[in-house]
C-alpha cells in the first residue's frame, strides 16, 4: 500500500484503530497530511474501515459500496504501511525526550512495527528492577515479546503470561537477535535457567557468550561446553580449566584444531559424535580398552571402525557394538543366534523389525524392558507390552509411541 495518493485527502473513519492507540494513529496519520472524518461528506473519496464498527458505520459501510465510486482501505493494510513509514531514529529521539513509557508500551504492543524496531524499544525499555511479571507495566512488555515471536502463539495463548514463555522461546528460537535482546532484559538476573539455555543455544551471537563468559558462573560455563557452535576464541579460552575442557572434548563439534588441543582426553574425545573417519583411526590406533569401549557406544562410529572393533572379539565391546545404531545388520543376525546378545540387540535404535518380533516372543523380562524403551520397536508389539504392568511405563515414555498416540489422536490405553 502507498500512502502518498492519501495526502491531504480526507479519509472516512469507521470504527477504531487496532494496532496502535487512537492517539498515536492521528498523530502518525496527521505526520502524512492525512485527515478523517466521521461523517460522509463530498471530500470524501477513501474509506477506511477500522475495527469494532458500530451498526451504523456497518451500514454506512454497505450503502457507500453498493453506491460505487469510493475506494476501501482496510485497517490491518493501513496501520502496516503507517508503521513502516516511521523513522525509526525520529521515534526513538521522540520517546528518550519525553520519556513517555506509555507511548513505548504502546510501540511495543503493536504488531505493526517491524523486528528491527522493535528490539530497539525493548533496549529502551525499564524493568524498574522487577521480574518479567511482578507489575502490570512488565506484564505487557513480556506478553507482547512472546505473542511477537513465539511459534504458534494461537494454540497456546496462556504461555504470553508465564515466564515459561519467554523460555520457551530461547528453546525455539533460531533468531540470533531475538536471543541477544533477551540476553539484555534486565529480568534474565531473576531466571537462572535463561542463561543456561543462552549458553547453550548455537544461535546465541559470540558477543552474548563472551559477555556470559567474563561473568563466570559455573553452570553457565558448563553449559555453554556443550554448544555445538562455539568459536575457538571461546573454546580455548574455556579449555584453559580441566572441567570445561573435558566437557568440550566430549561436546564440541570437532575440527583438526580442537582435535589436537584435546588430544589428551581421549575418553572424552570418544564420546564426541563430530569424530570423523580419521580422528576415529588415531583414536583407535592407542588400542587403549577405556577409548574402544567408548568409541563402541558412539553414534558417529564408521563401518570401518566398527569392523576393527569387532576383531577384538572381547564379550563388554562387543555387547556395546550390538547396542550402537550404525553397526551392519548382519552382525546384529548374527548376534541374534546367541541368547546373551538379546539385551542388547533389544537396545538397538537400528533393530529390524523381525528381530524385534523374535526377541518379543522370547518373553525375557530384560529383553522385554529393552523393547519396551526401544523407539524402533514396532507400535503393535509396544501395544501389547503397555497391557504388561511391568513395561506400562516405559512404553509411555517411549517417544515413538507417544508420537502414534499422538498422530492418531486417541488417549492411553489402560
Known amino acids: 500500500m502507498n500512502l502518498a495518493p492519501l495526502n491531504n485527502q480526507t479519509i472516512l473513519f469507521l470504527g477504531k484503530p487496532r494496532a496502535f492507540s487512537e492517539e498515536e494513529f492521528a498523530a502518525q496519520i496527521e505526520a502524512h497530511n492525512i485527515s478523517t472524518t466521521k461523517e460522509l461528506d463530498d471530500r470524501v473519496i477513501y474509506v477506511l474501515e477500522g475495527r469494532m464498527m458500530t451498526p451504523y458505520e456497518q451500514n454506512l459501510s454497505d450503502e457507500l459500496y453498493e453506491k460505487g465510486g469510493y475506494t476501501f482501505l482496510t485497517i490491518d493494510d493501513f496501520e502496516k504501511t503507517l508503521a513502516q513509514e516511521i523513522d525509526d531514529d525520529v521515534l526513538l529521539m521522540s520517546l528518550k525526550l519525553s520519556n513517555d513509557k506509555e507511548r513505548l508500551k504502546s510501540f511495543l504492543q503493536n504488531s505493526c512495527v517491524s523486528n528491527a524496531l522493535f528490539f530497539k524499544l525493548l533496549q529502551m525499555y525499564k524493568w524498574s528492577g522487577e521480574d518479567f511479571f511482578e507489575n502490570d507495566d512488565n506484564r505487557d512488555v513480556t506478553a507482547a515479546l512472546i505473542g511477537r515471536f513465539y511459534e504458534n502463539i494461537e494454540r497456546n495463548h496462556n504461555v504470553q503470561y508465564a515466564t515459561t514463555g519467554v523460555i520457551h522461546l530461547v528453546s525455539q528460537t533460531q533468531n540470533p537477535e531475538l536471543l541477544e535482546a533477551i540476553s539484555n532484559l534486565e529480568p534474565l538476573k531473576f531466571h537462572f535457567k535463561l542463561s543456561i539455555l543462552l549458553a547453550r543455544h548455537p544461535q546465541t551471537p559470540k558477543k552474548v557468550l563472551k559477555r556470559l563468559l567474563r561473568k563466570g558462573e559455573k553452570h553457565v560455563l558448563e553449559a555453554m561446553c556443550t554448544n555445538s557452535a562455539l568459536d575457538m576464541s571461546i573454546i580455548k579460552e574455556l579449555a584453559q580449566e580441566e572441567l570445561y575442557a573435558k566437557i568440550l572434548a566430549q561436546k564440541v563439534k570437532l575440527t583438526e584444531e580442537s582435535f589436537e588441543l584435546f588430544k589428551v582426553f581421549t575418553k572424552e574425545l570418544a564420546q564426541n559424535e563430530s569424530l570423523d573417519e580419521r580422528m576415529q583411526r588415531a583414536l583407535l590406533a592407542l588400542a587403549d580398552s577405556t577409548v574402544m569401549n567408548e568409541l563402541a557406544q558412539n553414534a558417529a562410529l564408521t563401518q570401518e571402525s566398527i569392523e576393527k572393533l569387532m576383531q577384538y572379539d572381547e564379550s563388554k565391546l562387543t555387547q556395546l557394538l550390538l547396542e550402537n545404531p550404525n553397526i551392519d545388520e548382519k552382525y546384529l543376525r548374527e548376534a541374534y543366534?546367541?541368547?546373551?546378545?538379546?539385551?542388547?540387540?533389544?537396545?538397538?535404535?537400528?533393530?529390524?523389525?523381525?528381530?524385534?518380533?523374535?526377541?518379543f516372543d522370547s518373553a525375557e523380562?530384560?529383553?522385554?524392558?529393552a523393547l519396551a524403551r526401544n523407539e524402533a520397536t514396532p507400535v503393535d508389539i509396544l501395544y501389547q507390552l503397555q497391557l504388561d504392568s511391568r513395561f506400562e511405563r516405559a512404553v509411555k515414555t517411549n517417544a515413538a509411541f507417544t508420537k502414534h498416540i499422538q498422530s492418531q489422536n486417541i488417549g492411553w490405553l489402560v
Open 337 to 359: 543366534t546367541k541368547s546373551q546378545n538379546h539385551l542388547s540387540l533389544a537396545k538397538n535404535p537400528s533393530l529390524p523389525e523381525d528381530l524385534a518380533t523374535a526377541l
Open 365 to 369: 523380562g530384560v529383553v522385554l524392558e
